[in-house]
T-cell receptor, first 114, second 114 residues
Framework: EDQVTQSPEALRLQEGESSSLNCSYTVSGLRGLFWYRQDPGKGPEFLFTLYSAGEEKEKERLKATLTKKESFLHITAPKPEDSATYLCAVQPLPGGGGADGLTFGKGTHLIIQP | KAGVTQTPRYLIKTRGQQVTLSCSPISGHRSVSWYQQTPGQGLQFLFEYFSETQRNKGNFPGRFSGRQFSNSRSEMNVSTLELGDSALYLC?????????????FGEGSWLTVV
């Protein structure tokens, strides 16, 4: 069974204080690892897709990296508007016996204080 | 380009009733999937439809069902509602099933069962 564990569950940072969010996963075969941002009362907003170990992607203050067992979302010099819940999800390769849908972690609730 | 559109946004139902939620995918996307989000379980995959056929299914009881129309629009139905069905129901779309394409989410339908 595919599993995704995110840590920490919650993180409070000062504006400008860089940090990293962790996503550990177990999957029979990885088709893709996805990062989403979710604001209260809204649907998840797509950030990144990573497909293979060693891959990195950047967008503004965010950088996502991938290894064979985990992914990190690095936040550099965050601003209050970066406050949100960050969700990690994995999609398995076909033929693994499970559904083709995304398996999500519980998320990291990030608060950036001015 | 319009995003994934879900209706209604909010609804309240009584135990034992049934509910139908609607989803219009991003133009050109033919795969529609549904997820349930609760504080305790997080985001969980319900099912995915492509070309009017259910392609994948998560671990939910048969009370949860769906369908897809020829224009790719989708509906999901929950019969004999239980208090535990109170959740945010999210619809997501991607160009086709069976790939690592990015999955885009709508804003969700908030269902409260009383």
């Amino acid at each position: 069974e595919d599993q995704v564990t995110q840590s920490p569950e919650a993180l409070r940072l000062q504006e400008g204080e860089s940090s990293s969010l962790n996503c550990s996963y177990t999957v029979s075969g990885l088709r893709g690892l996805f990062w989403y941002r979710q604001d209260p009362g809204k649907g998840p907003e797509f950030l990144f897709t990573l497909y293979s170990a060693g891959e990195e992607k950047e967008k503004e203050r965010l950088k996502a990296t991938l290894t064979k067992k985990e992914s990190f979302l690095h936040i550099t010099a965050p601003k209050p508007e970066d406050s949100a819940t960050y969700l990690c999800a994995v999609q398995p390769l076909p033929g693994g016996g499970g559904a083709d849908g995304l398996t999500f972690g519980k998320g990291t609730h990030l608060i950036i204080q001015p | 380009k319009a995003g994934v559109t879900q209706t209604p946004r909010y609804l309240i139902k009584t135990r034992g009733q049934q509910v139908t939620l609607s989803c219009s995918p991003i133009s050109g996307h033919r795969s529609v999937s549904w997820y349930q989000q609760t504080p305790g379980q997080g985001l969980q995959f319900l099912f995915e439809y492509f070309s009017e056929t259910q392609r994948n299914k998560g671990n939910f009881p048969g009370r949860f069902s769906g369908r897809q129309f020829s224009n790719s629009r989708s509906e999901m139905n929950v019969s004999t509602l239980e208090l535990g069905d109170s959740a945010l129901y999210l619809c997501a779309s991607r160009p086709r099933t069976g790939t690592g394409n990015t999955i885009y989410f709508g804003e969700g339908s908030w269902l409260t069962v009383v």
